[in-house]
């Protein structure tokens, strides 16, 4: 039951901006979960899930790697800079970066929780990134493109 409930409550975070852990109660019950809020804070606690501040000055619960996405300017000036190219071969993609760079970059596509990709290897000036399909990772490619452009 408790692993259900915390799936539910990301979700919940994910579709909504909940401010408030009563917010969060309440859309836990809405869903069918008996909750109450010391419940729901030690959720929180153990999803490590935060509140941030939208640009708006409204705050929301995010969860660890929403929040993480909100330095998606950082993660995409890093890709941007140093990406020199982008191939595929099959289902992998192979992305090359100005030397010493593969790293940083490869930390920058696994921040940006891409679905498609199944696991990724860098090395100094070369990363190859496994892809789950060839279709996949035609259109993966396009959009990494785009942000390089």
Known sequence: MKKKRQEKLLSLIREQNIDTQDGLCEALKA???DVTQATVSRDIR??????????SGEQYYVAGE???????????????????????AGNILVVKTLSGMAMAVAA???????????????????????IKTTDETTILKKKLLEIIE
Request: include cysteine.
């Open 46 to 55: 153990e999803l490590k899930i935060s509140k941030v501040t939208s640009e």
């Open 108 to 130: 920058a596509i696994d921040a940006m929780n891409i679905p498609e990709i199944v696991g990724s290897i860098a090395g100094d000036d070369t990363i190859m990134c496994a």
């Open 66 to 88: 929403q929040n993480r996405r909100k330095d998606d300017g950082t993660i995409r000036t890093i890709f941007k800079e140093a990406v020199v190219s982008i191939d595929d």
């Open 31 to 33: 869903a069918g979960f």
